[in-house]
T-cell receptor, first 115, second 113 residues
Framework: AQSVAQPEDQVNVAEGNPLTVKCTYS??????LFWYVQYPNRGLQFLLK??????LVKGSYGFEAEFNKSQTSFHLKKPSALVSDSALYFC?????????????FGTGTKLQVIP | DSGVTQTPKHLITATGQRVTLRCSPR?????VYWYQQSLDQGLQFLIQ???????AKGNILERFSAQQFPDLHSELNLSSLELGDSALYFC????????????FGPGTRLTVL
C-alpha cells in the first residue's frame, strides 16, 4: 500500500529565511508526487508536481521541490519565506505501477512564518 | 477560483438527519473526489468517481453514499448523522490522466448539533 509521511506537524521559520517542508513516500513503481497548500477556510490549491524528468520542480509562489528517488523524498522548499506563506501544506503521492491507484495525501504540515 | 463549485457552503443539522452535498467539477474534468477534513482526523479520502462510475473507495462510512450523474456533477449523501460527522467536506476534480493534479472546491462546512 502506498503512503506519505510528513514528519513535522508544524514548521516555524523567520520571514526572509529559507524554508523546507519535508515529505517522504512509499509507492509501487514510479511515483507521481504533488504538493498542495491550504489557507484557512479554503480548499486545497495545487502548488507543483513531479511526474518525470528534472528532479527539481518549480511551482507557484516561488516554491520548488526536489525529488530524491534514493531517499524516497519530495521536500518542499522556498529560498525566502514570506508571512503570507503561512498555511497548511500537504504532500500527496500516486503510484504508477499499472492498474488504478488512488492519490494518498499526507497529514499536512502547518507552516508558520514569523515576521 | 478553481472552477469547482460546492453547495451549500454551510449546513447545520441535527443528529439522525440526512443531508446531501453537491459538487460541480471543472469543465471537462471526468473525475470527482470527495474528502472529509476534521481537526482530529486530518484530510480523509472518501470516494472517487470517474465518468459516472465509482473508481476508488477510501474511509467512507456505510452511512455515506455518493454518485456522479451524467452531467458529471456529484452528490454526497450523509445519513443518520452523528456529532462526529461535523467536518469540512471537499470535492475535487481532475482531468483523465493519473498524473493530473486535483482542483478543490471551497468546501461545505457541516455542523451536526
Amino acid at each position: 500500500a502506498q503512503s506519505v509521511a510528513q514528519p513535522e506537524d508544524q514548521v516555524n521559520v523567520a520571514e526572509g529565511n529559507p524554508l523546507t517542508v519535508k515529505c517522504t513516500y512509499s509507492v509501487s513503481g514510479n511515483p507521481y508526487l504533488f504538493w498542495y497548500v491550504q489557507y484557512p477556510n479554503r480548499g486545497l490549491q495545487f502548488l507543483l508536481k513531479y511526474i518525470t524528468g528534472d528532479n527539481l520542480v518549480k511551482g507557484s509562489y516561488g516554491f520548488e521541490a526536489e525529488f530524491n528517488k534514493s531517499q524516497t523524498s519530495f521536500h518542499l522548499k522556498k529560498p525566502s519565506a514570506l508571512v503570507s506563506d503561512s498555511a497548511l501544506y500537504f504532500c500527496a503521492v500516486r503510484g504508477n505501477s499499472g492498474g488504478y491507484q488512488k492519490v494518498t495525501f499526507g497529514t499536512g504540515t502547518k507552516l508558520q512564518v514569523i515576521p | 477560483d478553481s472552477g469547482v463549485t460546492q453547495t451549500p457552503k454551510h449546513l447545520i443539522t441535527a443528529t439522525g438527519q440526512r443531508v446531501t452535498l453537491r459538487c460541480s467539477p471543472r469543465s471537462g474534468d471526468l473525475s470527482v473526489y470527495w474528502y472529509q477534513q476534521s481537526l482530529d482526523q486530518g484530510l480523509q479520502f472518501l470516494i472517487q468517481y470517474y465518468n459516472g462510475e465509482e473508481r476508488a473507495k477510501g474511509n467512507i462510512l456505510e452511512r455515506f453514499s455518493a454518485q456522479q450523474f451524467p452531467d458529471l456533477h456529484s452528490e454526497l449523501n450523509l445519513s443518520s448523522l452523528e456529532l462526529g460527522d461535523s467536518a469540512l467536506y471537499f470535492c475535487a476534480s481532475s482531468a483523465r490522466d493519473r498524473y493530473n493534479e486535483q482542483f478543490f472546491g471551497p468546501g461545505t462546512r457541516l455542523t451536526v448539533l
